[in-house]
């Protein structure tokens, strides 16, 4: 494919830096509000919404959903240009990028109008509640039961790791309706209102001092039929194109890019005491391998655009990103902090080079390994469905979950 933007997406892309510029300054730029803050959270709506009002959301979806209906390389170009600006896009990621695209595809008309608007202008935020404590990258291993009661449905089960549930308006749960089914054909998926009775959110305190994730516990919550997402027992399917959009969502997550450590080793001293780590051999020879594994994931993500253009589902060559990305954004953070010799031990937003990005990099790494399909279980789909390889053995073909071993 031709790399260049074409006129019409040249003038696109000028208009929205120029909006950019205009509503968040020059590039580059942090807002130095601590992530999950209440300050933080009140800025991503703002921004989200203006963002709105000017039509940069929901690019490719329908006109009739609030979409403008444009080729995904428009998409592809407003995140190029929005990556820059360090835009505080981060709370409804999830939701625009993996559950409203789900309720679109899945949901009744009227309900689909019901959710988007609110979602689209940031008014709502979204989780998604697939993982628990026994059934993480085994998403159909989960043991959260909805049973039928005229109507409606009720829940009781744990999800966990769920990120932004503390702030989250609603969310769409898988859940296991016929246990007599293998694993992966009882299940079905509902819309779920996170502030519903029975609906209990625990933060989970991590080691960088934030609580992004959460534990989330049902009891007898009341869901109504209405808000199933697809048929009963086709939720592995729904669940499919929710974690296809979610690989594709998190290959791209956002940390500290290759020029931004460049500047960092331009004005950082070498351990040797000679000149800047920039000209450290060692440390510029792990600048070239960063380099080459960054343009690898931008050309092989032009694979996946292609295939956007044409109308096409993204393949499975997206779990390559996440791996790729997750495991350089931990390398190249812990280059940093170390090359920051013992002032790398200073993780204060206030003091720290890049209001500490490189330690809040470092601390996310390794949840971003797990996010979306451990580095294992994507490897596996990679070997399998990329490759061709032969499938791992798989005891539970055929068995009916109820009786699977059950640690």
Known sequence: MDFNDSPEEAAFRAEARAW???TLGQPGARTGARPDSAE???????????????????LTWRK???????SPIYSVIFGQEEQQFQAPVAPFSIGLGMCIPTVIAFHKPESVKRYVGPALRGEEIWCQLFSEPGAGSDVAGLKTR???????????????WTSGAHYSDYGIVLVRTNPEKEKHKGLTMFVINMKAPGVEVRPIH?????????????????????ERLGEVGNGWNVALVTLMNERLAVGGSAGPEYGEILELARNTPSPSGKGSLLQD?????????WYVSAEGYTLGKYRTMTALSKGQTPGPENSIGK?????????????????????????DADLAPMQ????????????????????????????????GLPQDVRVDKGVAYKDLPKG
């Open 20 to 22: 950019l510029e205009k």
């Open 40 to 58: 933080w959270l009140q800025t991503a709506k703002a921004y989200q919404a203006k963002k709105a009002a000017a039509g940069y959301v929901g």
């Open 64 to 70: 009739e959903v609030g979409g403008r209906e444009l």
């Open 146 to 160: 909805a049973v039928k009661d005229g109507d409606d449905w009720i829940i009781n089960g744990q999800k966990v």
């Open 206 to 226: 991590q080691m960088s001092g934030g609580s992004n994730f959460n534990e989330v516990y049902f009891t007898d919550v009341r869901i109504s039929d209405s």
């Open 281 to 289: 051999q060692a440390f510029r020879e792990k600048l070239a391998g």
């Open 323 to 347: 791996i790729l990305n997750a495991n350089r954004m931990q390398d190249l953070a812990n280059a940093a902090i170390e090359g920051e010799d013992h002032f790398g031990i200073i993780s």
């Open 356 to 387: 500490g990005a490189f330690h809040n990099a470092y601390m996310w790494a390794p949840g971003l390994r797990i996010a979306g399909g451990t580095d294992e279980i994507l490897r596996n789909i990679i070997a399998e469905r990329v490759l």
